[in-house]
């Protein structure tokens, strides 16, 4: 058998058509535009050109993109101060801090001083207890692409054996969290469960976010399975050539075996082109959702978890 492609590029495409509809409606009828403050510390390039991509799907989807660029040596006063003012702002409805932070700043700090209703990124201890305890809260933006992704390919996920391979604050555990929210069996395995293999064999879904290339292999996977690759990783590629400086070029994979695991599956994120859209699709969704329920209205449906 060859798994079914979950295309998250195209799945991506369709959310943030959503959120533009949503949007337009909110600007028509309530005079509402919501607006996504993202705050870059330092010149990280990688971390630049998300940040640029961040403020260019913003726009096109007709909310408010407020970027602040601050320089590396940015004292930690400084920097709460600011989240403090877009915290008061009423123009801006979700706040992100893009991390990683330079090594001088409290992460956990900077991130706990956004307020809970605008931390679109969910990595507040008060969304993340939330989310815990089952109740409204913003969600993490990769684990909720993958859940839409996921109850798009299945439709109910209640009774599901899954196994989260991972256990990131980031990723792995509100993972776990959603599944368990839709009625599934939900096993949180790593690098170090003992015969891992075999617990991965006995899954309906697996999501793997460990940050290895090629972990999981083919031969893990249950037949008809659903496989969702969080990973991304960079590796050799010898056949693409070499660099003008005499490097190998690299290119992107998984931390699953996908030429393996496709034969298997029953569905299967590529990577590239498979969960990576879906974060920016959700960070959208959920400054809008973050701007609806500031003003008491009814959340976009099909965009939150």
């Known amino acids: ?52 991509s961040k403020g260019k799907q913003t726009v096109e989807v007709g909310m408010n993109s407020y970027e602040h660029k601050l320089p590396a040596e940015t004292s930690e006063e400084d920097l709460l101060a600011l989240i403090e003012r877009l915290n008061a702002d009423k123009d801006v409805h979700g706040i992100l801090v893009q991390l990683p932070l330079p090594a001088h700043l409290d992460e956990a700090l900077v991130i706990n001083a956004i307020n809970p209703a605008k931390d679109v990124d969910g990595f507040h201890i008060s969304n993340v207890g939330l989310l815990g305890t089952g ?96 990973g991304i990783n960079r590796i050799p590629a010898p056949e693409k050539g070499s660099h003008e400086d005499g490097s190998v070029k690299t290119r992107l994979v998984g931390d699953v075996d996908f030429e393996a695991a496709k034969d298997v599956a029953g569905a299967i994120t590529p990577v590239p082109g498979g969960v990576g859209p879906m974060t920016i699709a959700c960070l959208l969704a959920n400054t809008l959702t973050a701007c609806c329920r500031v003003h008491g209205l009814a959340e976009p449906e099909g965009l939150t978890a």
């Open 1 to 52: 058998m060859t798994a079914t492609l979950i295309d998250g590029k195209a799945f991506a495409a369709t959310v943030r058509g959503k959120v533009a509809t949503h949007v337009a409606r909110l600007k028509e009828a309530q005079g509402i535009t919501p607006g996504l403050a993202v705050v870059l510390v330092g010149d990280d390039p990688a971390s630049e050109v998300y940040v640029r």
């Open 135 to 230: 109740q409204k809260a913003m969600v993490p933006c990769t684990p909720l692409g993958c859940l839409m992704m996921l109850r798009d390919h299945h439709g109910s996920l209640s009774g599901l054996n899954a196994v989260v391979i991972g256990r990131s604050n980031i990723v792995g555990k509100p993972m776990a969290q959603l599944l368990l929210g839709d009625s599934c069996t939900v096993t949180v395995a790593h690098s170090r469960t003992k015969d891992l293999p075999e617990v991965v064999k006995r899954a309906d879904i697996v999501v793997a976010a460990v940050g290895r290339a090629h972990f999981v292999q083919g031969d893990w996977i249950k037949p008809g399975a659903s496989v969702i690759d969080v």
